[in-house]
């Protein structure tokens, strides 16, 4: 009998017990940011109607925290201030490594899959990557995959090394600035994210007769939402089935869609962003 009795309390207590860690759990605030790949401002503006939508879907708070640089969201992450993280591929590559392994990506846009970066100019005699060389370039972050890495990893791929071959290279710090840095004379030329360069001709911020084009890159696996791994299970699938319940069909989903630039959102893996994993060793920006 009082064996029997302990094993009730047992039971009790480890029923209260997860009981507790529920209605914790359900207190919980989701604590979300995002690589600042454009000015705060922008990228505030653009999450806070998914943030609603988002407290909707998981009946639970949900907060953006803005970060100064590529790297603070990538310590965030992985030390527990942060609950989930809008990366980059080389990013969320940069997570993976630095927590070996235990961050997990849900989501990204159908665009993602075949993203690609322009390089732009205002001078009339550069034409095509190899027309670089001796001139000034600006990338924006050296840690952005659209904005370093991946064009980087075409100008290498062209025998065109930046570094060696080029008069001077800037880092802007991000894709609008970048756009601003060829834009103002600061550097001959630039490359940045495409989505963003669309946006900024979209919004007749930037005239494309002037700034234009020169090269724009192969597709390559890029954007993601990712989150650690020791995150609920539930949790994970309550976040990815309400990015994917995303329907532009309806005003609330098309209003969100279009401020994030997506048609739709896609599952994802680790796998998807092994070749950006193996262009950040070629390049040397990650240890072989």
Known sequence: ????????????????LVLASAQSFAQQVLRVSAIPDEAPTELQRKF?????????????KVEFTPVTDYAASVEGLINNKLDMVWFGGFTFVQAKERSKGQVVPLVQRAEDEKFRSVFITTSKSINSLNDLKGKTLSFGSESSTSGHLMPRSFLLAANIDPDSDLKRIA???????????????????????????????AEKKVDPNVVRVFYTTPGYYDYNWTVRADMPAALKKKITD???????????????????????????????????????????????
């Open 1 to 16: 009998m009082k064996f029997s009795s302990l094993r009730v309390i047992k039971s009790l207590i480890a029923a209260g």
């Open 48 to 60: 806070k109607p998914l943030g609603e939508y988002l407290e909707k879907k998981l009946n639970m």
């Open 242 to 288: 309400a990015f994917l319940a995303l329907d532009a069909g309806t005003p609330e989903g098309k209003a969100i869609l279009d401020l994030q630039r997506a048609s739709k959102f896609i599952p994802t893996k680790a796998e998807n962003y092994t070749a950006i994993e193996a262009a950040a060793k070629n390049a040397g920006l990650l240890k072989k």
């Open 171 to 201: 880092f802007s710090g991000a894709h609008d600035a970048t756009v601003a840095a060829v834009s103002g004379g600061k550097v001959d030329a630039g490359a940045l994210n495409i989505s963003v360069w669309e946006k900024l001709v």
